[in-house]
């Protein structure tokens, strides 16, 4: 197996796991940039690699339909030849994405169905149906020459869903009967002890919630958790109020969910954004998409106040229903302040956690899952290096012989003596801005982050030169340059005027630049600690450059 994400580090899901020289790639997802990645607007698995194994793939198959797990997967299917298998409701929403993309009628597409078996080359896959924030998610048991592996996908042990699904405790049993040779987990939540809790018991204290609540309700979500978007109905209807839904994203989960799952939504129980104002506020539940507090997001927006319909009221409670991704601290708190000075009363997880349940199993969760599989091998992954570390404490306690703990890159493989490395590979993510897509270089990330942080000098030269000397105008302008009164661009240019006097008329126009760039960032030096990139462009007053 070779993760090209996803281990030891939250998002862009994608492991490639093979036999000889056929693979399967299971999931692809995306991540979200860091704040140094300047720019960026997506993360995503390696295409370069992707591209190395194109002869290899014999499918793509997916445990569920999270952005973090499908969001790569029409960037994939452009260096890659190869079918997508998913469960209906993940389907819709990958034919979606593929249509975006041009991609539709270029894919073979195969649903498929959990308690089924399919052959893939020389695999046989079964699906395990397993519980998760998301509906129709899968487990996947893959038989071949080299043994039998077990993905667990993301999951949580979860009784009572709206849907009827459960957990397929026999299912996984039965895989431990017959023998399991590795068991790779879902490790997000291997640091929390206990059991996770269920959307039923989140239900009801919303009702309770929302009874207690005098004005508008805006609720922050996950936009793929249909299960709390009917829960947050659900208790709207049972204290009269109707529901908006605020946000693209939003609106395409509950169509698809009306159109692929067996939990279509009431109609009567959804407001048009455009005629709120035809409502008390009493009366109102805004659904919005950005729980985490990304930028454009619904949520955001109406904290900040650059939404177009919705502006906060000193009346409303802003309702927080949903877990913070590592990471991504900073930024909501920043966000809930925004409503707490335009006057909103906050709930969130950290005030009343009984508003939202977990997606990921506890730890007492993966627990059960080791003793229902009893694997020979254990490689935990879909998390932080730490959560890895605290998963693999478990198994090893369980007495699993084998436990390793792997990184993005670590190619290794499963043998009758337990796992062996192969070596670590350059999986290094690509990246895309909205226009371009490539590895670091590709984009010019340094570039980016260089101009970012330490700003930008711009020179422009009009030179001419008589009897072999220069002479000449500059004009200079910094951006993200700190420097009292212009003060560092009047240096410069006096400067620059001065140098010209000295350089022979003979020097050519690029050697001229280079020279001028080495001078600008002397003077910088005087302004400011950093090294701010310094763009020279020169030319000759009579358009001829000298021989």
């Not at 801005?433 to 020179?459: C, K, P, Y």
């Not at 700190?482 to 022979?504: F, I, S």
């Amino acid at each position: 197996m070779l993760p090209l994400g996803g281990v030891a580090r939250i998002g862009m899901n994608a492991m490639l796991v093979g036999c000889g020289d056929e693979w399967l790639l299971l999931d692809c997802g995306v991540a979200f940039p860091e704040p140094e990645q300047t720019g960026v607007e997506l993360v995503l698995p390696s295409l370069a690699v992707l591209g190395a194994y194109k002869k290899k793939i014999k499918a793509i198959v997916i445990t569920h339909g999270h952005e973090d797990h499908i969001g790569a997967v029409p960037y994939a299917l452009k260096v890659l030849d190869c079918p997508v298998y998913a469960t209906r409701f993940t389907m819709g929403l990958l034919q979606g994405k593929l249509r975006e993309h041009g991609l539709t009628d270029k894919t073979e597409l195969h649903v498929i169905a959990p308690g089924k078996s399919i052959r893939i080359a020389g695999f046989v896959l079964d699906f395990l149906r397993v519980t998760h924030s998301i509906p129709d998610c899968v487990s996947l048991l893959i038989q071949s020459d080299g043994g039998t592996l077990l993905f667990t996908g993301d999951f949580k042990i979860e009784k009572g869903l709206r849907d009827g699904v459960v957990f397929d405790e026999a299912g996984f049993k039965a895989a431990g009967d017959r023998g399991v040779d590795l068991l790779m987990s879902d490790s997000t939540n291997a640091e929390v002890p206990g059991w996770s809790g269920n959307e039923h018991d989140v239900g009801n204290h919303l009702v309770d919630v929302f009874a207690q609540c005098r004005g508008r309700i805006i609720v922050g979500l996950f936009a793929s958790n249909l299960y709390r978007v009917h829960s947050i109905v659900d208790a709207a209807r049972k204290n009269g109020r109707y529901c908006a839904l605020l946000g693209k994203s939003l609106e395409r989960f509950v169509e698809c969910g009306n159109s692929f799952t067996n939990m279509p939504f009431d109609p009567e129980d959804f407001i048009p954004v455009g005629e709120l104002d035809r409502y008390d506020d009493d009366e109102l539940v805004l659904l919005c998409t950005g729980s985490q507090a990304e930028p454009r997001a619904a949520l955001a927006r109406v904290a900040n106040g650059t939404h177009p319909d919705v502006h906060v009221r000193p009346t409303d409670t802003v309702v927080l229903s949903a877990r913070n991704i590592p990471g991504n601290e900073r930024r909501i708190h920043a966000m809930l302040n925004d409503f707490a000075r335009r006057g909103a009363h906050v709930v969130y997880t950290r005030t009343d956690r009984a508003i939202h349940a977990s997606g990921h199993a506890y730890a007492d969760e993966l627990q059960h899952v080791l003793q229902l599989v009893r694997p020979r091998c254990f490689i935990p992954v879909h998390g932080e290096y730490t959560f890895l570390q605290r998963h693999a404490d478990l198994a090893r306690a369980l007495g699993v012989k084998h436990v390793s703990l792997i990184e993005n890159g670590h190619h290794c493989a499963i043998t009758e003596g337990g796992i062996e490395s192969l070596g670590v590979r350059d999986v290094e993510p690509w990246y895309g801005d909205g226009l371009t897509f490539g590895d670091a270089h590709m984009v010019e990330l340094s570039a980016r982050q260089q101009l970012a942080w330490n700003g930008v000098i711009a020179v422009e030269l009009d030179l001419q030169r008589s009897g072999g000397v220069v002479s000449g105008k500059a004009r200079v302008k910094h951006h993200g340059v700190y420097a009292a009164q212009g003060e560092l661009a009047k240096e410069a240019e006096q400067m620059l005027v001065r140098w010209l006097g000295g350089l022979d008329a003979r020097t050519p126009l690029d050697g001229i630049e280079g020279m001028v760039q080495a001078q600008v960032r002397r003077v910088a030096k005087r302004f400011t600690p950093r090294k701010p990139v310094v763009l020279a462009f020169a030319r000759w007053r009579d358009g001829d450059e000298v021989e």
